[in-house]
């Protein structure tokens, strides 16, 4: 069945055509992301195809329920148009992401991104919402933050700027906390941030970083006690992004990897298997020895294949590679 192309402009009908995107069946089995890759088309145009499949299939009753899901967004831009189509639209609003990787590698730089996309109109990838950062080891990078203000991204600037309030603060709506111990973070998941998420319309929480607690007040021989204070963590992280559609973004250090021959060449995620098999998702970024990129890669999640992609970081955040 194919989907009511006279109700759309003649330069998409033919794009559809040419990337055989007519069929309804075909097309309502896609995600947003895919079709966008498939088509080269915008995100708008995207959601418009996806309405008009579900038109087309579905009796009329059941079409407003169908929007409503269109319209709800399940995944947050990171403002780079090709690591959302290697996320499948970005980071996912379930479940924890761990985005790990070595100092320098631009981890800080793609958090502070998010905070400001996660303020941005549904209808450029963001959630209208703000944005929480607990902060465990070095202090908030407020001049980036500012910096990244007035320059990013380039290409959102009109459409973003007409659609928010006027006079729109980005910074305001981004709550900082400096946490330095297990204790001080099971404090503020417990008690602090409910109490915060009960007042604030808040879509984005970063922890930057998780090993920066786990790693700091334990020795050798509690073991156990660390991987409960894990787990505890990790329960209390799952509950607030399933009760409030929360983006949890956990910033992880990395790790040499022992091998019979030696030091590996490629370091691996520090916390080990215990915080390993509580993440949803692993993202993990790295830096050349030789030139200026970085590269970030998917290592393991549960909607994705495993796909990397080469960027840059300049004054307006971050650009990919062609």
């Known amino acids: ?42 995100k708008e145009d995207a959601k418009l195809i996806l309405e008009l499949a579900a038109e087309t299939l579905l009796p009329q009753e059941n079409l407003s329920a169908v929007r409503m899901r269109l319209k709800q ?17 970005g980071i996912p609003l379930q479940g924890i ?29 963001g959630l209208n919402k703000g944005a929480v950062f607990i902060s465990t080891e070095d202090s908030f990078p407020s001049k980036r933050l500012q910096q990244l203000i007035q320059n990013f991204p380039l290409e959102f600037s009109k ?31 417990y008690g602090q941030l409910p109490r915060l998420l009960s007042t604030q319309d808040i879509g984005l929480l970063i922890i930057d970083s998780i090993a920066g607690v ?3 007040d334990y020795d050798l021989k509690d073991g156990l006690r660390r991987a409960r204070d894990m787990r505890s963590v990790a329960s209390q992280l799952q509950k607030i992004a399933h009760d409030h559609s929360i983006v949890i973004l956990c910033v992880n250090q ?36 030789i030139g200026n990129f970085r590269t970030l890669e998917v290592l393991f999640a549960p909607h994705l294949p495993k796909k990397s992609c080469q960027f840059t970081i300049g004054n307006a955040g971050i650009s990919c590679l062609d």
């Open 159 to 189: 459409s973003v700027v007409s659609q928010l309030e006027e006079n729109h603060n980005f910074g305001s709506k981004i709550f900082i906390e400096h946490i330095g111990d297990t204790d001080g973070l099971k404090r503020c998941l």
């Open 254 to 289: 990395v790790t040499a990897s022992l091998k019979q021959s030696g030091l590996s060449s490629k370091p691996i995620p520090a916390l080990g298997l215990v915080w390993a098999n509580l993440v949803t998702t692993r993202i993990f970024m790295s830096r050349s020895t």
């Open 73 to 89: 967004n399940t995944t947050l831009s990171t403002g780079c148009d090709q690591i959302d189509l290697i996320l499948n639209g």
């Open 97 to 125: 992401t761990e985005l790990s990787g070595e100092s320098s590698c631009g981890k800080t730089q793609l958090c502070l991104q998010l905070c400001l996309t996660v303020q941005y109109p549904t209808s450029v990838g």
């Open 214 to 216: 786990f790693r700091a």
């Open 1 to 42: 069945m194919t989907i009511p192309l006279e109700k759309l402009d003649a330069v998409l009908q033919n794009t559809l055509i040419k990337a055989n995107l007519t069929s309804a069946h075909k097309i309502i089995q896609l995600s947003e992301s895919s079709i966008r890759q498939e088509g080269n088309i915008t």
